[in-house]
């Protein structure tokens, strides 16, 4: 997670500011409980549709027990009826009703005793075909047949007898229920009865429906109780307040997403704090690390310091103290920290106005100007210490030359090769201006007090050369770079490639100056000196290690662009012997070309990309 100026990072890196994080996710979350929000707010919102349902439920429950109510009354008041107008007929239905009970009970005995010795005389019988007891069973299973046999000679006889009660007895009950069927108060109360039966069933079903959807709408939301059909009155306007309760808590539910939803926007920094506080990896300068507040209070297990041979010890102790442990990863034969003017400035007068003994400011100039990585290394541990002895970035023929410039021939190369370039025979290129003419190659000083010296320089014809190569790579390759020492330089390449380009954001990534490119990498480089002029004049160029950055950010084809006649009468003698080296280089593993020669292949091309 990236933390710091949005303005200051590469459109690669500005997915990850913890910003674009926190927008992202809210969204996320906003989109995800739309439509549980909009569920829960039609609901039990303003339109009121939970109170409905549940006022729905109650009426449907109290009219059931309404219904329950009238039908025993009306069963109660029935059945008075019933005995007055069935009085004629009373004792001959007690007679017949007696008589059918103990007939039905007599069969019923002998069903059960015929059950009973069906199973004794079946169990004797299996055990009468062998062994020393076989003759016992045979005479068991016969006194057990007999027994059975009786039982049911008396069921032939019972059976006629029980039939014959029950149709008589049916013929007195028929003949009762007309007589109370006749009668114009029993029919009255057997149309109430009924009628209030039917209410009673209707009900419970409304109840039923009712209970089923207010559950289907609560149930993704809040607990709801299991839709069992109860048993009584009892039981249904238990469910009901067990339905309430659930209601109320989704109530309580839907107000706090709806007020969450609402507020989301309001917590920004505190959710930017969660996600910094959860991210495995936080992203940041050096001095981001106690200015940002949202790293606050923070500790870190590990800290890893990228390009710490470029950043001052002063600056590298912010991020340490905030670590338990730490790592720094660089390299001092790169970039140097840059020193502020007016900091080198103060430096001096330490030593001159007599604050600070000389060897102290010394010492002073040294924390400011160098790195804390220059300054460790070879002075730690051999086993906190581990070198990178192996590339595998650079195509070999810049790897063996940067190995022989910079890290006296420790440093080996693993990489499969450029690629094949068409316009290059190899992945280590030059295109020289010094075939022009002098006015026509040379620099032109413009005053921008932002480059470290006070001043920048532009040089047309590289500039012209730059955007012209470029715009025919950019097809083939994709992750490209144009890199060059001055601002002013890399704004007019700039202008130039979104003219041919067009692809603004893209173009303000991959153009830039030495110092802001270090610790990248593309698979195309074009690197242009933009000095030139008869007087060997090199500004701090002279610092060899920008040349190391410049030529080792290379994958598989690097381009440099220069006037040599200026760079090996460099008036810095020790930038003159590198250029020369790099030139003799070219010479054996390289590709030097004139400037004209290659305007003319371009020329030649007529539009078409490599």
Known sequence: MRVGNEDAVTGRARGLMVENHVATARDRILMATEGLASRLSAFSGDGKVADRWMAHLSESITTADTAEKDASRHVAALEEAARRIQAPLAGRLAAASARLATARATVERLDAQEDLWTRRHTSA??????????????????????????????????????????????????????????????????????????????????????????????????????????????????????????????????????????????????????????????????????????????????????????????????????????????????????????????????????????????????????????????????????????????????????????????????????????????????????????????????????????QGYVNALEADLIVRLVTRYARRYKDWAVIVPYRAQAERIRAGLAATLGHGQEIADNVGTVDSFQGGERDLIVYGFTRSNPRGEVGFLKELRRLNVAVSRAKRQLVLVGDTTTLTAARDPGFAVLVRQLLDHLGRVGDLRRSGDVSDRLDGMDGEPL
């Open 125 to 454: 019988e299996a055990r009468t075909a062998s062994g020393a007891f076989a003759f016992f069973f045979r005479w068991l299973a016969g006194r057990r047949k007999k027994r059975l046999e009786a039982v049911r000679r008396l069921l032939v006889q019972a059976r006629p007898e029980f039939a014959e009660a029950d149709e008589v007895f049916g013929v007195l009950r028929a003949e009762a229920e007309a007589l109370v069927a006749a009668d114009p108060e029993a029919a009255g109360l057997i149309a109430a009865r009924d009628d209030a039966r039917r209410r009673h069933k209707r009900s419970l079903a409304e109840a039923a429906t009712v209970a089923r959807e207010v559950r289907a709408a609560i149930a993704d939301v809040v607990p709801v109780p299991e839709l069992l059909v109860p048993a009584d009155l009892a039981g249904w306007a238990g469910l009901r307040d067990r339905l309430g309760q659930s209601v109320t808590l989704m109530r309580v539910r839907a107000a706090l997403l709806a007020e969450w939803r609402a507020g989301i926007g309001d917590a920004e920094l505190d959710l930017q704090r969660e996600f910094i506080r959860y991210a495995d990896v936080v992203a940041a300068t050096c001095i981001g690390t106690a200015t940002s507040k949202l790293l606050a209070e923070l500790e870190f297990d590990l800290a890893i310091v990228d390009e710490a041979g470029q950043i001052s010890t002063p600056n590298l102790l912010v991020p340490l103290v905030r670590a338990k442990r730490s790592v720094l990863v660089g390299d001092h034969m790169q970039l140097p920290p840059y020193l502020d003017e007016e900091v080198r400035q103060w430096g001096d007068d330490l030593a001159r106005d007599g604050i600070l003994p000389p060897a102290a400011a010394q010492r002073v100039g040294e924390l400011l100007s160098r790195s804390a990585f220059e300054l460790l290394y070879g002075a730690v541990p051999a086993d906190h210490q581990v070198m990178l002895s192996v590339q595998r970035r650079m195509p070999r023929e810049l790897g063996e030359f940067v190995s022989a410039a910079f890290y006296g021939g420790a440093l080996r190369t693993d990489h499969a090769g450029g690629g094949g370039d068409p316009f290059f025979a190899s992945p280590f290129a030059m295109v020289d201006t010094a075939d022009r003419p002098a006015a026509e190659r040379r620099e032109r000083s413009v005053n921008r007090g932002q480059d470290g010296t006070g």
